[in-house]
């Protein structure tokens, strides 16, 4: 007992006094002089074997985690504060990660800290105050999985329309999964279903969801995943709030429907998968579609397709009679044919112009050579001969030229008449 500690500080008790007022004790009961070390492994007995299964309430401060992974922190009140250390072996079971501020319970014993003097609680247990453990650990993942995104829209991967292979995480001897093949099933027969049995409650479930998830979509071929179990209390769910497995949804390269529990359960795994089904039978009915459902879709399609091109059709013929209409265009085939007539005859007419000169130019000619007939001006002829021809040459050209330029740009003026007809415009497609 230490019924001695339980004395207030200050006045000296009665028996003390009296002590104090007694002759000295004779030399025959030597004094007990205690060493440091002596005393602090006394008192530490003492502790120990008085308080050695406690429950402390106070607000953590100072809370550090070391690298050999034991947690120091401090438990503090409006009055007094006291040490805690929680050894590592404890530390790994935490749900729920200690931070400054938060109010707990504390469950352990005293103990000594002997090289400083130093007593503290050696905790073997540690609850949220308030608020269940699972519940706080719970809002924490979630709150740190949403700042890394892991949870926005744009990181979800749209399910396939018609999943070739299936892959299915949960319990074998599971009735969600007798539930997700039954449904399968019904709505696709010859559906490939690719099980990869897991533990979903118990230690280790949550390290063989992820390491399920992982192998399986991994898989060739695998379209889409369903990972889930049936109902149950929060600590039967808690596998699938694991950071372990939110990580393994979040890594998967094939979509993953997370069907855990019923409509109001929740987990971690459902924020983080690409679609959450309230159930399992669920799952399997968002995974395949109906057939008959696939035809009354089809059937729906072909009808607002119908009836998008008699609209475009009706639209176009619209616009057809409207530029029919138009006082530019409603003679158009009749200018553009007259145009045509008017090119021929142009051609004809240069042709025609084009050997008349030639027929003037030989008629000079040979007036000019019977003038100069029997006079001594062979050399002057000679050289008039040479520049006549060369000025009949120059002409032709120079006709052939302005003839090719006419007719160049009344190639242009026709066609762009002809690109303005209706019948050019229905020619393109419209």
């Known amino acids: 007992m230490i019924d001695s500690f339980a004395l207030p500080l200050g006045e000296p008790s009665e028996a003390a006094k009296t002590k104090q007022a007694s002759p000295a004790r004779s030399s025959s009961q030597p004094r007990r002089i205690m060493t440091v070390s002596e005393l602090t ?14 429950l402390v309430d106070g607000e953590i401060s100072n809370c550090r985690l070391w690298n050999t992974g034991h947690l120091y922190f401090t438990l503090k009140d409006d009055r007094s504060q006291l040490k805690v250390v929680m050894f590592r072996t404890t530390v790994r079971y935490l749900k729920f990660q ?23 609680i050696v905790c073997r247990h540690l609850e949220p105050y308030g608020i269940g453990t699972l519940q706080l650990a719970f809002e924490q993942l979630k709150e ?21 292979k299936i892959g299915i995480v949960t319990s074998l001897d599971s009735a969600a999964l007798r539930d997700i093949i039954k449904v399968l099933r019904r709505r696709y027969p ?14 280790g479930a949550a390290d063989d969801i992820a390491q399920a998830v992982t192998q399986i979509s991994a898989v060739p071929g695998v379209d889409v995943i369903i990972s889930g179990r049936g109902g149950g209390s929060m600590e039967d769910l808690w596998a699938f709030n694991e950071e372990s497995v939110a990580r393994a949804i979040s890594a998967s390269s094939v979509p993953i429907i997370s069907a855990v529990g019923h409509e109001t359960d929740f987990t971690i795994a459902d924020f983080v998968a690409d679609l959450r089904a309230a159930t399992p039978s669920a799952a ?57 007539r008017q090119i021929t005859e142009l051609a004809h007419n240069l042709a025609r112009g084009s050997r008349g000169i030639h027929a003037i130019v030989e008629r000079r000619y040979h007036a000019l050579e019977l003038r100069l007939e029997g006079q001594n001006l062979r050399r002057t002829f000679s050289k008039l001969l040479t520049q006549l021809v060369s000025s ?19 190639v242009e003026l026709s066609g762009r008449l002809e690109s303005l007809s209706p019948l050019a415009v229905l020619a393109r497609g419209y």
């Open 144 to 164: 740190k999985l949403k700042k890394e995104g892991l949870f926005n829209d744009e990181r979800k991967k749209p399910l396939p329309a018609l999943p070739r």
């Open 41 to 54: 492994s006394e008192i530490r007995g003492l502790l120990e074997s008085s308080y050695s299964e406690i």
């Open 392 to 410: 009949e040459g120059k002409l032709h050209e120079a006709m052939q030229q302005v003839a090719m330029k006419r007719r160049a740009t009344l």
């Open 98 to 120: 200690p931070e400054n501020g938060l109010r707990v319970i504390a469950r352990g014993r005293i103990s000594v800290y002997e090289p400083k003097g130093e007593y503290q």
């Open 284 to 340: 399997a009915e968002l995974v395949i579609t109906r057939k008959d459902e696939y035809h009354d879709r089809i059937n729906r399609l072909s009808e607002q397709l119908r009836a998008r091109t008699l609209m475009q059709i009706h639209e176009y013929r619209t616009d057809i009679r409207e530029l029919e209409q138009r006082p530019g265009l409603s003679g158009l085939p009749g200018r553009v044919a007259i145009l045509r």
């Open 190 to 203: 010859n559906a490939h279903l690719l099980i990869r049995p897991a533990r979903v409650q118990g230690v």
